[in-house]
């Protein structure tokens, strides 16, 4: 995915890139084989940002048509912004497999929602519906399954009829407001912390075995 991301952005004529999944789901996660390795969870994919998805010159719209659970939820919040179905579900599960986030979602996810409602849902595990998600303002709009689609290729087609040297200056001020809090010694410090963490349960697990 992030090739195409990569290659999509690169396009001159791309103005917007709409990221979706198949159904039923949008991402439900990662390789739980993977879980106790350490390659996956926390490894920095693309040098320079820590996320888990590449950075952009055109931005991304989060078209959330089903389950984003843990890794996918971590791939929806490195979007601009998200619509979702009304079958949209969200959840972050690290706790319950035995993880921790590495993709910066402890970094996101409150700035999203708030610190509190964020660690309900690192510390809990639980689902929330799509409903709920736009109530804490997770998601921008919750659109009937069948509209998702074309909702956000209008969303997209509006960003497109703008100015875009304006709208490239005005995500990268985002972006850099954003980091004033030192975001990037943040995403570093999760990072370190989720591999440190992977590190020491495959040597747990392999003792056990």
């Known amino acids: 995915m992030p090739a195409v991301l990569s290659e999509s952005d690169a ?3 791309v103005q917007a890139i709409i990221l ?3 159904d039923p789901a949008f991402c439900a996660g990662f390789d739980l084989r993977d879980v106790g390795s350490g390659e996956k969870k926390g490894e920095n994919l693309h040098p320079g940002y820590w996320g888990a998805l590449p950075p952009t010159r055109v931005p991304v719209i989060g078209a959330i048509n089903g389950a984003a659970i843990t890794g996918g939820l971590e791939i929806a919040l490195a ?5 979702a179905s ?3 579900r969200f959840a972050d599960t690290h706790a319950k497999v035995g993880m921790l986030p590495g993709w910066g979602l402890t970094i996101k996810l409150p700035q999203l929602i708030g610190v509190a409602r964020a660690r309900r849902m690192s510390l809990t595990s639980e689902i929330i519906d799509a409903q709920t998600a ?3 303002g997770l998601v921008t709009e919750v659109v009937p399954h069948a509209e998702l ?3 956000a290729m209008t969303l997209a087609e509006q960003i497109s009829a703008n100015h875009q040297a304006s709208v490239y200056a005005i995500r990268a001020l985002y972006d850099e ?3 004033l ?4 010694a943040a995403y570093e410090i999760e990072n370190k912390r989720a591999r440190a963490w992977a590190q020491q349960r495959s040597q747990t697990l392999r003792g056990n075995t």
């Open 181 to 184: 809090g030192d975001t990037d």
């Open 79 to 83: 979007c601009d912004f998200l619509i």
């Open 134 to 136: 736009y109530q804490w």
């Open 20 to 22: 979706t999944g198949s």
């Open 149 to 151: 689609l074309s909702r």
């Open 11 to 13: 396009d001159p004529d």
């Open 177 to 179: 407001v954003s980091s």
């Open 86 to 88: 009304e079958l949209a």
